[in-house]
């Protein structure tokens, strides 16, 4: 069955960071996308970022584009996301997940849907 | 950014009741809206995709509908195991956001 198991619970000063793993299984990893999805204390969900596990193409949200960075090892079927500059904003529950995908003809797209999730790690920014 | 409100925020209800939930984007999304159903402590799972259908293994008491701006999400009657909080959210544009959710607890 598909699983997706991610890195446990991270406490970081402000300013570090974190750099969060989640390991696939149950299906060919290359085979489907993976994003990256957070949750702030009692806020509503976010997307972070995406990742084609086949060619390694990234998507990322445009206002914290330049301090994170997700990327894959296909030998390990695993994906990663890094924050740097960690605030107390970034406090919260991040998720991986993977992309539902679409099929025509063959040919595979991302729907930017997401069917299956990792049980989510709790990064903690504290001074 | 789309954005995405929800109503209500919080619904009361018993067991056996129909509910639904509102989602409306701040411009035509068509129909490229997904559901999600979020347990305490757990993470989403996913019920409906493309507006209306329905995903794998998700029981038939949930249905989804609409296009555009204004987007339903239906519960039949309502079982023990839906009392959660249900988010919406929008693949139209980039980035994909979410609703705020809607909690559904025990009236």
């Known amino acids: 069955q598909v699983q997706l198991v991610q890195s446990g619970a991270e406490v970081k000063k402000p300013g570090a960071s974190v750099k969060l793993s989640c390991e696939a299984s149950?299906?060919?990893?290359?085979?489907?996308?993976i994003h990256w999805v957070r949750q702030a204390p009692g806020q509503r969900l976010e997307w972070l970022a995406w990742?084609?596990?086949?060619?390694?193409?990234?998507r990322y949200l445009k206002r914290v584009q330049d301090r994170v960075t997700i990327s894959r090892d296909t030998s390990a079927s695993t994906a990663y996301l890094e924050l740097s500059s960690l605030t107390s904003e970034d406090t919260g529950v991040y998720f991986c997940a993977r992309d539902r995908r679409y099929c025509n003809n063959s040919t595979c797209y991302s729907m930017f849907v997401f069917d299956f999730w990792g049980q989510g790690a709790l990064v903690t920014v504290s001074s | 950014d789309i954005q995405m409100t929800q109503s209500p925020s919080i619904l009361s209800a018993s067991v056996g009741d129909r509910v639904t939930i509102t989602c409306r984007a701040s411009?035509?999304?068509?129909?490229?809206v997904a559901w999600y159903q979020q347990r305490p402590g757990k993470a989403p799972n996913l019920l409906v995709f493309k507006a209306s259908s329905l995903e794998n293994g998700v029981p038939s008491r949930f249905s989804g509908s609409g296009s555009g701006t204004e987007f339903t999400l239906t519960i039949s009657r309502l079982q023990p195991d839906d009392f959660a909080t249900y988010y919406c959210q929008q693949y139209h544009s980039n980035p994909q956001t979410f609703g705020q959710g809607t909690k559904v607890e025990i009236k």
């Open positions: 149950g299906y060919t990893f290359t085979k489907y996308s």
């Open positions: 411009q035509s999304i068509s129909h490229w």
């Open positions: 990742i084609n596990t086949a060619n390694g193409d990234t």
